[in-house]
């Protein structure tokens, strides 16, 4: 008897490959898998590497602000910033005008370290992306950034 069940050789994406999340996700995988091995030596998982990057470029920000700014849930930045701060990469001030508020800031640790893992940061996405060209780069941001942002 013989078997008729279907037998794939070649798997077939193309629906896959016309939806922009999968296509999103997938350039996203292919980056972050190098992010992880090459922020590994500052101990920093994506989510801290954006944390730290927005405190380090604006000193005093609150935590309200960094929710906002990078759509996560109040509860889930409370754990990270107790962890940073416990680095010693971060420490918290009264905020200037907002007596309940609390500025947060880099210290000179934190500061050195997101100067280094910075300049990783850049050195590896032109790394993930060298089929790419400076203006396709920015084409390419300024498309995603159409897609999240509500400006």
């Known amino acids: 008897m013989k078997n008729s069940a279907p037998f794939v050789e070649a798997v077939d994406t193309s629906y896959l490959e016309t939806l922009i999340g999968y296509n999103a996700r997938r350039a996203a995988l292919s980056i972050i898998e190098v992010f992880l091995v090459r922020m590994a030596p500052f101990e920093l998982k994506p989510v801290d ?3 730290m990057t927005l405190i380090a470029h604006n000193p005093g920000i609150t935590s309200r602000q960094l929710c906002h700014a990078l759509g996560i849930l109040a509860p889930n930045l409370v754990g990270l910033v107790n962890t940073l701060e416990k680095r010693g990469l971060i420490q918290r001030q009264p905020h200037p005008f907002d ?8 210290t000179q640790a934190g500061a050195e370290l997101m100067q280094q893992a910075e300049e990783v940061a850049s050195q590896l996405e032109m790394g993930t992306t060298p089929r790419l060209n400076a203006a396709e780069r920015k ?5 995603l950034q159409k897609i999240y942002k509500n400006e």
Do not use: I
């Not at 007596?99 to 880099?106: E, I, K, M, N, P």
């Open 99 to 106: 007596g309940r508020a609390t500025g947060l800031h880099a």
């Open 49 to 51: 590497f954006s944390v």
């Open 139 to 143: 084409t390419l941001m300024r498309l």
